[in-house]
């Protein structure tokens, strides 16, 4: 049966989503920038329809938030799920940084933050694979540049999940599709069939700002 999609499926200022799915059923977050509470959590079954649950980052959790401060404060979520337990990694640049909270239910109650101190960069996201292993991705000043400096790139490690930490070195994945691009970042990971999908967004967030896709037979590469 042919399923139709309308746009925009939720309307008005909610940018960035990320969506995962457990079983039928589908969640999804967005960006909320300076906003709070922070980072709306919505359920669908059809990827059309959308209730909105709860926001993941409240006062009650430890969210922290400055007022006019000018520098996203949290933006470009992530959702995954993997035995049991749901998980949001995110950036908050008006607090430390890099950090992951935790749910059993999707509508609460969520986590204080963990931070991940030992994750650089920003937009990080993770990645839980057939086996079971947790990867972490991100972006940070990593990729040569072919002038003897770095510029930004992608980035990815094993990640102990259980721990929140690093279980391996990071490994440089991806500088983009284009020479020289401009800002990628935003990556995430997906395993299907034999190949690994590296989806980053390039080009800056301006008129050239673009999605792009590589791929690989490995998780650490070399993508394509």
């Not at 992951?100 to 986590?111: F, H, K, L, Q, R």
């Not at 960069?121 to 072919?146: H, K, L, R, V």
């Not at 259980?162 to 983009?176: I, S």
Request: aromatic residues 14%.
């Amino acid at each position: 049966m042919e399923r139709k999609l309308h746009n925009p499926i939720i309307p008005g200022f909610y940018p960035d989503p990320s969506i995962c799915r457990v079983g039928e059923d589908f969640y999804l977050v967005c960006s909320s920038f300076e906003l709070c509470p922070g980072i709306p959590l919505f359920h669908s079954r059809d990827l059309q329809h959308w209730e909105q649950l709860c926001y993941v980052m409240t006062p009650e959790n430890g969210f922290h938030v400055e007022k006019n401060c000018g520098n996203g404060v949290v933006m470009a979520p992530t959702i995954r799920y993997h035995d049991g337990t749901f998980y949001l990694i995110n950036c908050n640049f008006g607090d430390k940084g890099n950090f992951i909270v935790t749910a059993e239910n999707p509508a609460g109650p969520w986590s204080e933050p963990h931070w991940l101190e030992d994750v650089p960069g920003i937009d990080a996201s993770i990645f839980f694979d057939e086996d079971g292993q947790c990867y972490i991705m991100g972006t940070a000043q990593n990729w040569p540049d072919g002038k003897g400096g770095m510029r930004q790139g992608i980035w990815a490690a094993k990640y102990d999940i259980e721990n929140f930490r690093m279980a391996g070195e990071p490994h440089t994945l991806w500088g983009g599709a284009m020479a020289d691009v401009a800002s990628p970042e935003a990556p995430h990971i997906y395993h299907i069939g034999k190949y690994y999908y590296l989806l980053i967004a390039e080009g800056g967030t301006e008129q050239y700002h673009s999605a792009t896709v590589a791929r690989s037979e490995s998780v650490f590469g070399p993508y394509e």
